[in-house]
């Protein structure tokens, strides 16, 4: 289980204490009450591979669907819960599987920071990882993680809290995952700090941001990217190196980098609205709005 150290400084706790009455929220609070009420399960089968599969007596597959489809939509995944296939919008494997070799959580303080449901978090959970901690300010997000740890009974703890609160826990973790956060920030820079700023001595951070083709040191800032109102800034690689070197880094490696296509992003029935189809033009060559189509960049750095 994880330490209870890094929770100690009052303004968190007063921040903590805030954000549990998020959950009385009255889209909220009839969803975490179906969540709690769940019967307790006897969990017969575990597997964790592109799938975080569960199964367990005491609960029907018709009261997992039930359940799972009141807790739409799914963006992470995918799940399957007693025979239960729950596609997410993002098959989360893909990412994983670049992030994955250069990950060891195991002995080291751990935090996913915008964990959304904890997908990778049960992943670093297969891999060892005994302190592990997900960060992400969604009520709704944090009970879909109670949903499927219900089964797998994991011990990982979910706070509503985001990457702007990692200098209240300065120095404590050994690895943070920040993975498709840094563009939806309206301060790149001043994120990339507080990152830095909650790693331990000789800590590592993995993260993935957007990027844009070019050699030139610029950025893009749209009003609208792929349909996302929340895109502030989109650099080229010596744009985002740049960040890296004023954030203080000591050094940083690029990891990976993946085009996003229809395998890894597509609508399904659990998710509500568009996906990544309805943000291309037809031939996926450019954003709706005319934009370079969603490249990414996967980088491993040191504090």
């Given at each position: 289980?994880?330490s ?6 009052k303004?968190l ?5 805030e ?10 609070a ?23 599969e569960?199964?367990g ?5 018709e009261?997992?669907?039930?359940i799972a ?18 596609w997410?919008?993002w098959?989360?494997y893909?990412k ?28 670093l959970g ?52 920040c993975?498709?956060v ?15 700023q ?10 993935d ?7 030139g ?5 749209p009003?609208r ?8 800034f989109?650099?080229t690689k ?7 070197h ?25 998710i ?11 031939d ?20």
């Amino acid at each position: 289980m994880a330490s209870k150290k890094w929770k100690k400084d009052k303004n968190l706790q007063k921040i903590l204490e805030e954000r549990e009455k998020w959950y009385r929220w009255k889209n909220i609070a009839p969803l975490k009450e179906l969540v709690e009420g769940l019967p307790p399960v006897k969990t017969t089968k575990i597997e964790i591979g592109k799938w975080i599969e569960a199964e367990g007596e005491g609960i029907s597959s018709e009261e997992v669907r039930q359940i799972a489809e009141k807790l739409k939509p799914w963006r992470k995944g995918p799940f399957r819960l007693n025979g239960v296939e729950i596609w997410s919008e993002w098959r989360s494997y893909i990412k994983w599987e670049i992030i994955a070799p250069h990950l060891n959580p195991v002995g080291k303080r751990v935090l996913d920071v915008g964990c959304n449901n904890g997908y990778y978090l049960f992943q670093l959970g297969k891999m060892g990882g005994e302190e592990l901690v997900g960060w992400d300010p969604s009520p709704l997000f944090s009970l879909q993680f109670q949903f499927v740890n219900h089964f797998l009974q994991f011990p990982i703890e979910y706070y509503l809290l985001g990457v702007e609160h990692l200098p209240l826990t300065p120095g404590y973790w050994d690895l943070i995952l920040c993975l498709g956060v840094l563009y939806h920030r309206s301060d790149p820079i001043q994120m990339l700090k507080e990152l830095r700023q909650g790693l331990a001595p000789g800590g590592e951070a993995v993260i993935d941001t957007l990027i844009i083709p070019g050699e030139g040191e610029y950025v893009l800032s749209p009003l609208r990217y792929a349909k996302m109102k929340n895109v502030y800034f989109i650099p080229t690689k010596s744009a985002l190196f740049n960040w890296l070197h004023r954030a203080k880094f000591s050094h940083w490696e690029v990891i990976g980098e993946r085009k996003t296509d229809l395998e890894e992003q597509s609508k399904t029935p659990w998710i509500e609205g568009e996906s990544l189809e309805s943000f291309l033009t037809p031939d996926l060559s450019k954003t709706i709005e005319g934009y370079p189509p969603p490249t990414r960049l996967y980088l491993k750095l040191w504090r």
